[in-house]
T-cell receptor, first 113, second 117 residues
């Protein structure tokens, strides 16, 4: 079945550091890929998405490129802020219908001033 | 993006009582909603898939008699934790997908922190 593997945290960075959170996937066909962010005590928010190969999703300074050849969707940000401290989940779906997304285990990011 | 609203955000109940959590899609119709449980500092655990007008589909190991799911309309699904015990204390999150018209992503409620004392 489909699966998502992302780097395990926690990741601790200083403010303005460069962030990379690795995500690779296994799926048949051409899945849509997502990054969600969860702030403490809240639900998940869609951060960015990509629906086909070579698409780049971007939002709030975060970027991820859909790489079919390496089955990866790594999350990057050039300069993190303390407010970026959260848990980040990589996810995929192989359809646009009524099945749940497949999630990675999440990566906790702490940014210190 | 589409909005999913979950209520209450926090609830404390006594052991042995039941608690109902509501999940509403505010600006789209959701024939299917999903219920997750999340333990501290852990990932999401899919509990069940809620289907409008039919029985929910539970994941292996989830007690369907303890976690009752009702999806009576296209905009509302409820999760009732029956005869709650302290081990049911957790963070519960609902989710819905709006279908191909709005994209493949899922939208999440704000979550409910349940504490059973």
């Amino acid at each position: 079945g489909d699966s998502v593997t992302q780097m395990e945290g926690p990741v601790t960075l200083s403010e303005e550091a460069f962030l990379t959170i690795n995500c690779t996937y296994t799926a048949t066909g051409y899945p849509s890929l997502f990054w969600y962010v969860q702030y403490p005590g809240e639900g998940l928010q869609l951060l960015l998405k990509a629906t086909k190969a070579d698409d780049k999703g971007s939002n709030k300074g975060f970027e991820a490129t859909y790489r079919k050849e390496t089955t990866s969707f790594h999350l990057e940000k050039g300069s993190v802020q303390v407010s970026d401290s959260a848990v980040y989940f990589c996810a995929l779906t192989g359809d646009s219908g009524n099945t749940p997304l497949v999630f990675g285990k999440g990566t906790r990011l702490s940014v210190i001033a | 993006g589409a909005v999913v609203s979950q209520h209450p955000s926090r609830v404390i109940c006594k052991s042995g009582t039941s608690v109902k959590i509501e999940c509403r899609s505010l600006d789209f119709q959701a024939t299917t909603m999903f219920w997750y449980r999340q333990f501290p500092k852990q990932s999401l655990m899919l509990m069940a898939t809620s289907n409008e007008g039919s029985k929910a589909t539970y994941e292996q190991g989830v007690e369907k008699d303890k976690f009752l799911i009702n999806h009576a309309s296209l905009t509302l699904s409820t999760l009732t934790v029956t005869s709650a015990h302290p081990e049911d204390s957790s963070f519960y999150i609902c989710s819905a997908r709006s279908g191909p018209d709005r994209g493949p992503e899922a939208f999440f409620g704000q979550g409910t922190r349940l504490t059973v004392v």
